[in-house]
Nanobody, 116 residues
Framework: EGQLVESGGGMVQPGGSLRLSCAAS????????MSWVRQAPGKGPEWVSA????????YYADSVKGRFTISRDNAKNTVDLQMNSLKPEDSAMYYC?????????WGQGTQVTVSS
């Protein structure tokens, strides 16, 4: 059974940076699309970013484009999200998702709080 474990969340001031990491196990990591999805209290889930299995193609929500960078290391089975120029509206629980036709795995999430 696939497992994803996120880490790297925390509290940061506006304009600061955080790097989230997601460690995968139990499935063929390098065949899955990987995404980050966030959910703020009282709001629905918001897709943030995605990367294809080989890492050649990346995608971003308009709200984070130019500030966030997704990357993956298929040798280490990890996917990272570098978040720069953080804003209070980036505060949310961030979830890692692995997806392939017929299967999807989610992590437990890591909390990001941007506040002065």
């Amino acid at each position: 059974e696939g497992q994803l474990v996120e880490s790297g969340g925390g509290m940061v001031q506006p304009g600061g940076s955080l790097r989230l990491s997601c460690a995968a196990s139990g499935f063929m990591f390098d065949t899955y699309d990987m995404s980050w999805v966030r959910q703020a209290p009282g709001k629905g889930p918001e897709w943030v970013s995605a990367i294809n299995p080989g890492g050649e193609s990346t995608y971003y929500a308009d709200s984070v484009k130019g500030r966030f960078t997704i990357s993956r290391d298929n040798a280490k089975n990890t996917v990272d999200l570098q978040m720069n120029s953080l804003k209070p509206e980036d505060s949310a629980m961030y979830y890692c998702n692995a997806r392939i036709l017929g299967a999807s795995y989610w992590g437990q999430g890591t909390q990001v709080t941007v506040s002065s």
